[in-house]
């Protein structure tokens, strides 16, 4: 019987030594699983935040494009305004140039004055007094 006693007694120390490993061996992986999680919590809240500030930066780009654009749009105008002036100030141009082409050849083809005869006019000599 004394050795039915051991056996059913070392059974049971090692049966209690089993489940005590196992709830240590749990225990342990549950910690490591705690501190993970806090690590991968303090890491989403820093991409969080660094998620913010590049939401914010391309809001900020997509302004500055919108002005860009609209700048562009405006010189694109001016430019296109400056060139219709440009067109009209060359056919002004050009309309001068022919005047004083045919002024120079009226001025040329002028003759010395010859062609007016001018008399003097001939003031009386009293003036009936």
Do not use: W, Y
Not at 62 to 86: H, P
Request: hydrophobic share 35%; net charge neutral.
């Amino acid at each position: 019987m004394k050795k039915k006693k051991r056996i059913i007694l070392g059974s049971a120390i090692g049966f209690i030594a089993l489940i005590c490993l196992q709830v240590f061996s749990t225990g342990h992986g549950h910690v490591v699983v705690v501190g993970e999680n806090q690590e991968l919590t303090t890491a989403n809240k820093s991409l969080t935040k660094q998620n913010s500030g590049l939401k914010k930066s391309v809001s900020s780009l997509k302004a500055q494009n919108e002005e860009l654009v609209e700048d562009k749009a405006s010189l694109e105008q001016m430019v296109s305004e400056v060139i219709g002036d440009l067109d009209s100030t060359k056919s002004v141009v050009k309309d001068i140039k022919k005047e004083l082409a045919h002024e120079k050849d009226v001025n040329v083809k002028q003759s010395t004055g010859e062609q007016f005869d001018f008399q003097p006019i001939k003031l009386p000599a009293s003036d009936g007094n």
